[in-house]
Structure formats: C-alpha cells, structure tokens
C-alpha cells in the first residue's frame, strides 16, 4: 500500500511539473503569436471638431461643431511572402477614413501594409510591399533593411511591462517614446495605461486660400503645426489595446503668429466608441481559459508538482524501499505529462488551419483617398 502511494505521488508531481515546463518553454512561445488572419474593424468618434473640409466643387473651409467618425479596418494578407505557418512575422493591412457628419464628407483617409513580429509587435523588414498611401496614386514604398513604420503600430508585445515603449505616430511619421502611467480596470479587466503628449512640431509650408483663415488675400504662406495626447489602455498578457483616445491639433500659422493664435485646421478629441471597446475586451475574455493556460497555470503546476514529489521523497526516505518503483513512476508520470503537454499544443496551433499556399490576393478597395 505505502508503495503505491509512493508511486502515485510521484507519477502525479512528476507529471505536473513537466506539464508545466512544457506548456512554459514550448506552448506560451507557441501560441502567444499575432494571428495571420487578423479581421477587426474599429470606430472611433468625437463631437465638437473643428477640421478642414473638401466640399465638392468648391474650395476647402474650415468648419466648427463637427461630428467625426473615424473607421478603421485592420486584415492579415495571407498572400505576402512573409506569411508563412509558425512563423515569426505576419503582414497586416490598416485602412483609416475620417468623415464629417454634416455632409458625410472625407477628411482624410490613408492605407498602410506593415511586416511586424508575432511576438513583440515591433514593425520589421526587410519588407515586401510595405507601403502608406494617404493621397491616391502618391504611394511611398519601403525598402532595404529600414522599416517604413518602425515602433509599435497596432499592438504591445505579448507580456506587456510597466515601462516605456515606442509607438509610431502616422502624422510624423517616426516612433515617439509613450510612458506607463498607471493600471486601471476596464469592464473586469486588469489593464495598463499608457500615455504620450507630442508638443507642437512643425510639418511643412504650403499656401491656402486666404478665406480659409480670414485674410483678405487670395493666398497665404502657412505653416502647419501639429499635437496630441495619446492615451491607449493595454491588456499586458496579450498586449491588445482595447482603448485609444487622442486629443488631436493641428494649426495653421502664418509668419507673424505664435502657437494658439493661428487658426486650427484639426482641433478635437477621437476615441473609440464603447461597442468597439466593448467588443475588444470581449474579445480577450473569450481567450482568456488560453491566456489562464500559458501565463497562470505553469506555476500552479510547478509548485503543486513540487510538493507531491517532496511528499514522496520523504516516505522514500523514512521507509527506504521502493526505489525501483519510484523511478519508473517518476519516468512515466513525466514523460505522459510532457507527450500530452506538447501534443494538444500542437493540435491547437491556429495556423495550421490556414491555406496558405492558395491564397488569392485581396482587390485594391476604394478607401476614399483623395
């Protein structure tokens, strides 16, 4: 009987602590990857927005008290040369339009292709057809071994830290420093808040109609300038981020203007609306048993595993007989945790249900780029 018990003990703990190095040093790296057939579409919107519109036919204007919808269209090209299964980088699509409620008039739109790594989210390259585009038929292309995004595009990296990160700005197109600035919860979730506020930073001259900023003149010198406070909250094991506001503006100033006395082609705040909220936490609670299985439960394994076997070791001790059977319950028990272990991992893997050798090409889609 004691021999038995002896057995059972540690065929049990021997069997937990490799289930738990397994799912640790294989699983987590496993499947905590970006997925290639990523399909999410997110809004953002503000009331109260001062912006620059196109009317058709006419001359831009600047109009007050707009409503402003944002809708973003993220999707994995299954098609690009870098997807590949298991793999160590994926390729996603990003498609922006801003539009007024007034007219339903675009305010501006862009299309961005980025190669990123499954794991960190940084943007890598080299990449094959890494592009943005934010006036139609004015393409600008990367190449050669420098990403055309660099920083964190769409996501954190898995395991997400309280320190700061880079995250690239569209506008300036360039990463700029954003800080951990705190944990807080969003609809029963644990969640970082990451925050970053860019002074005003010159982009470029160009003239505009004199009417655009009350000058008499048919056309004026100006300089644009633009800011924003950023604020994303992160969910740290899977580095989604569930909730991004960002108070945005950008000012026309002619020669003899300081900053706050130009005239503001974009002033406003854009956030995503609560069901697109909403719908990302949802989204990491449906993967949470998976999140439970690669973060949490390897160190309930361990140390549950570790006091089974030290339970055995001393009736080992204290009887001094049944070496023999330990020994083969300590090998089985093992050997089944960590065969099981790495065999359900395996079947579990999300890109092995991907066809990746007949993928057709996504159609170039209208996103209303000028």
Request: aromatic share 8%; charged share 20%; hydrophobic share 40%.
């Amino acid at each position: 009987m004691r021999t038995a018990v002896l057995a059972a003990l540690l065929g049990l703990g021997a069997f937990a602590v490799a289930t738990g190095l397994v799912l640790q040093l294989h699983t987590h790296p496993y499947l905590a990857k970006l997925q290639h057939n990523i399909d999410n579409v997110s809004v953002s919107s503000g009331e109260g927005v001062t912006a620059i519109v196109y009317p058709p036919n006419g001359l831009p204007e600047i109009r007050h008290n707009l409503s402003v919808t944002a809708t973003t269209h993220v999707e994995g090209d299954l098609s690009a040369p870098e997807v590949k299964q298991n793999g160590d980088v994926t390729v996603w699509k990003r498609s922006t339009i801003v539009k007024e409620g007034r007219d339903d008039l675009v305010l501006s739109a862009e299309v961005r292709r980025i190669c990123i790594d499954r794991r960190t989210g940084e943007a890598v390259a080299p990449c094959h057809g890494e592009f943005y585009e934010t006036e139609q038929g004015k393409r600008t292309i990367g190449q050669g071994a420098k990403p055309l995004h660099p920083g964190l595009n769409f996501v954190f990296p898995f395991g997400t830290e309280k320190r700061d990160y880079r995250w690239y700005d569209t506008v300036l197109k360039e990463p700029v420093p954003i800080h951990f600035a705190g944990e807080q919860l969003l609809q029963g979730l644990d969640v970082y808040r990451f925050v970053h506020t860019i002074e005003p930073r010159e982009l470029g001259n160009f003239q505009v109609p004199g009417s655009m900023i009350g000058s008499s003149e048919s056309s004026v010198d100006v300089t644009q300038y633009y800011g924003v406070t950023r604020t994303l909250l992160v969910e740290p094991e899977t580095g989604a981020v569930l909730s991004l506001r960002e108070d945005i503006k950008q000012e026309l100033r002619t020669v003899t203007q300081r900053e706050g006395e130009g005239t503001y082609a974009f002033d406003g705040e854009l956030g995503l609306t609560p069901a697109s909220v909403t719908a990302n936490v949802d989204e990491v609670k449906k993967n949470r048993p998976l999140l439970f299985m690669i973060t949490t439960l390897p160190t309930i394994l361990w140390v549950s595993g570790a006091v089974l076997i030290a339970a055995a070791l001393v009736l080992l001790l204290l009887h001094r007989r049944g070496f023999l059977v330990a020994g083969v319950a300590l090998v089985i028990g093992a050997c089944l945790g960590a065969g099981t272990t790495y065999w359900v991992t395996n079947a579990s893997d999300p890109d092995s249900s991907l066809d990746l050798k007949n993928v057709v090409s996504s159609t170039n889609v209208d996103y209303g780029l000028r």
